[in-house]
């Protein structure tokens, strides 16, 4: 079967690539390489197929969407918590777009199936935890205008369906951690792995400074667990017209994750932070129940925090 992986020159979209190859699919990567980078597709090279398409045009995505049958569906602006804050109005527009030129390609094309990346966001104003997918329907639509931005992508995956018969899945990860994804110039342009990694390596900020209480939770999942979970959410037939939470289970503070990182970059000064205002909209607790992914997909993440945090140090040193 062929592929086609929308964003897939990004940080998620090329382990996602690198998977599916392993797999031995027929992989073609649809990307403008407006944010991600031929670099991140350096192991699968030889083996993909690349599309280079700006995905707000509706014409030419239906033609770099022709011969496939499964669609990956990751291309979106995409940034950490600052990111959201600075440029939503960018961001309910341009992934608008992005959606509604791959939703009517795939009917155009008649593919297959439509796998597409929601996030743990849509989740925003939950408040008992671990969330189920069952919550959705339970809890207020996001604040936050990405968070919404991603609910409506997952409206688009049933309206399509009802509409036009449009196969669809749905995968919501939890904080992907791994290689490939720098920091930004600023905090809170990436997400927080790289932040901290930045202070505490390069900046080597003392005390560390931090968004907030450091109290806040998040649950933290190997872009390799979720490369394996969204090749199941492409092909299995449980998987139809589903959503999954594709999360590990453990919570991390804030405070803890950093102070993780302190110690595997060797910071010799006693672990010390200064809280700064927090951001609007920065959710206090984020874990999953995964366990409709683990019963009915056979997935589960099994690779730790540790060692997801000493991969992306070790990748970090090396290549920035």
Same mark, same amino acid.
């Given at each position: 079967?062929?592929?086609?992986?929308? *964003?897939?020159?990004?940080?998620?979209?090329?382990?996602?690539?690198?998977?599916f190859?392993? /797999?031995?699919?027929?992989?073609?990567?649809? $990307?403008?390489f407006?944010?991600?980078?031929?670099?991140?597709?350096?192991?699968?090279?030889?083996?993909?197929?690349?599309?280079?398409?700006?995905?707000?045009? %509706?014409?030419?995505?239906? !033609?770099?969407?022709k $011969?496939?049958?499964?669609?990956v569906h990751?291309a979106?602006?995409?940034?950490?918590?600052g @990111?959201?804050?600075?440029?939503?109005a960018?961001?309910?527009?341009?992934?608008?777009?992005?959606?509604?030129?791959?939703?009517d390609?795939?009917?155009?094309?008649?593919?297959?199936r439509?796998c597409?990346?929601?996030?743990?966001?849509?989740?925003?104003?939950?408040?008992?935890? +671990?969330?189920?997918?069952s919550?959705?329907g339970?809890?207020?639509?996001?604040?936050?205008?990405? *968070?919404?931005?991603?609910?409506s *992508?997952?409206?688009?995956? %049933?309206?399509?369906?009802?509409? @036009?018969?449009?196969?669809?899945s749905?995968?919501?990860?939890?904080?992907?951690?791994?290689?490939?994804e720098?920091?930004?110039?600023?905090?809170?342009?990436?997400?927080?792995? +790289? $932040?901290?990694v930045?202070? !505490?390596?390069?900046?080597r900020?003392?005390?560390?400074k931090?968004?907030?209480?450091?109290?806040?939770?998040?649950?933290?999942?190997?872009v390799?667990?979720?490369? %394996?979970?969204?090749? /199941?959410?492409?092909?299995?037939?449980?998987?139809?017209n589903?959503?999954?939470?594709?999360?590990?289970?453990?919570?991390t503070?804030m405070?803890?994750?950093?102070k993780?990182?302190?110690?595997y970059?060797?910071?010799?000064?006693?672990?010390?932070?200064?809280?700064? /205002?927090?951001?609007?909209?920065?959710?206090?607790k984020?874990?999953?129940?995964?366990?409709?992914?683990k019963?009915?997909?056979?997935?589960?993440?099994?690779?730790?925090?540790?060692?997801?945090? *000493?991969?992306?140090?070790d990748?970090?040193?090396?290549?920035?």
């Amino acid at each position: 079967m062929t592929v086609a992986i929308t *964003g897939g020159a990004g940080f998620l979209g090329s382990h996602i690539v690198d998977y599916f190859v392993e /797999k031995q699919e027929e992989v073609i990567v649809v $990307d403008d390489f407006s944010d991600g980078s031929r670099d991140n597709l350096s192991n699968s090279i030889n083996e993909i197929e690349i599309r280079e398409v700006d995905l707000r045009n %509706r014409s030419e995505t239906a !033609i770099a969407l022709k $011969d496939v049958d499964v669609v990956v569906h990751l291309a979106a602006k995409i940034g950490g918590i600052g @990111y959201f804050h600075d440029l939503p109005a960018d961001i309910i527009a341009m992934n608008d777009a992005m959606n509604r030129s791959v939703f009517d390609a795939a009917v155009k094309n008649d593919i297959g199936r439509i796998c597409y990346a929601s996030s743990s966001m849509v989740y925003e104003n939950a408040r008992k935890f +671990p969330v189920t997918e069952s919550q959705l329907g339970e809890i207020p639509p996001p604040d936050s205008a990405y *968070g919404f931005q991603k609910l409506s *992508g997952e409206y688009y995956c %049933r309206a399509y369906h009802d509409q @036009y018969g449009v196969e669809y899945s749905i995968f919501r990860p939890f904080n992907a951690v791994g290689p490939r994804e720098p920091p930004g110039e600023e905090v809170g342009q990436a997400h927080v792995i +790289p $932040d901290f990694v930045k202070k !505490i390596r390069d900046e080597r900020q003392y005390p560390l400074k931090i968004l907030g209480s450091g109290e806040q939770i998040r649950s933290f999942t190997n872009v390799r667990d979720i490369a %394996r979970g969204v090749h /199941k959410c492409a092909y299995l037939n449980a998987a139809a017209n589903e959503g999954f939470n594709l999360g590990s289970t453990e919570g991390t503070t804030m405070l803890e994750l950093a102070k993780m990182i302190w110690d595997y970059c060797d910071r010799t000064e006693t672990f010390s932070v200064e809280q700064q /205002k927090a951001y609007d909209h920065d959710v206090e607790k984020r874990v999953p129940d995964s366990s409709k992914a683990k019963e009915e997909l056979g997935w589960e993440p099994l690779i730790s925090l540790e060692d997801s945090l *000493g991969e992306y140090i070790d990748w970090y040193r090396e290549a920035l």
